[in-house]
T-cell receptor
Framework: DSGVTQTPKHLITATGQRVTLRCSPRSGDLSVYWYQQSLDQGLQFLIQ???????AKGNILERFSAQQFPDLHSELNLSSLELGDSALYFC????????????FGPGTRLTVT | TQLLEQSPQFLSIQEGENLTVYCNSS?????LQWYRQEPGEGPVLLVT?????EVKKLKRLTFQFGDARKDSSLHITAAQPGDTGLYLC????????????FGKGTKLTVNP
């Protein structure tokens, strides 16, 4: 158990809908990272927050957004969902601001039908 | 564009065999992490290497960081079915988190 929690575990929704994925980092970690992992791709870095502020952006679509709240939990919002958005979404936390070791949550499996 | 090439992409071996997987790049990394991921679960951190030439051992797993900090290897001795999983290397280049570089992984299957 990494100490990172993600909800929900599974999510099935229709194209065009909007969903919110939630992540609680390990106690004491200030950084939260979001990743997308689909079958034919490796882990794709989406975005990082540190202590409530956006720190780095990766391959995040404009239809996706995220935020980190004062209690350090984070939410990833996915809107106008497409079939290709079906994937595993992981959040990871780290005590560091910069790149380094991360602790991954169990993931949310999103299926868009 | 920074790339981390992992090889082999797939590896299927019998219990008790030894194996080595590789992670190579033309870029220099300030640190490199190895993770193992089981199907449907999040990657689990195995080790971080920081110094060129560094060797770290974790039970039957031996990790090495290249002298130039551009490559790394993971050697498993006497593999067991519990070693089955996707092994990912992740390089941290100088700069912010957008400088994290992910390999696509080596999918290892250890057959009993």
């Amino acid at each position: 158990d990494s100490g990172v929690t993600q909800t929900p575990k599974h999510l099935i929704t229709a194209t065009g809908q909007r969903v919110t994925l939630r992540c609680s980092p390990r106690s004491g970690d200030l950084s939260v990272y979001w990743y997308q992992q689909s079958l034919d791709q490796g882990l794709q870095f989406l975005i990082q927050y540190y202590n409530g502020e956006e720190r780095a952006k990766g391959n995040i679509l404009e239809r996706f957004s995220a935020q980190q709240f004062p209690d350090l939990h984070s939410e990833l919002n996915l809107s106008s969902l497409e079939l290709g958005d079906s994937a595993l979404y992981f959040c990871a936390s780290s005590p560091l601001d910069g790149p380094g070791e991360q602790y991954f949550g169990p993931g949310t499996r999103l299926t868009v039908t | 564009t920074q790339l981390l090439e992992q090889s082999p992409q797939f590896l299927s071996i019998q219990e008790g065999e030894n194996l080595t997987v590789y992670c190579n790049s033309s870029s220099v990394f300030s640190s490199l992490q190895w993770y193992r991921q089981e199907p449907g679960e999040g990657p689990v951190l195995l080790v971080t290497v920081v110094t060129g030439g560094e060797v770290k051992k974790l039970k039957r797993l031996t990790f090495q960081f290249g002298d130039a900090r551009k490559d790394s290897s993971l050697h498993i001795t006497a593999a067991q079915p519990g070693d089955t999983g996707l092994y990912l290397c992740v390089g941290a280049a100088q700069g912010g988190s957008e400088k994290l570089v992910f390999g696509k992984g080596t999918k290892l299957t250890v057959n009993p």
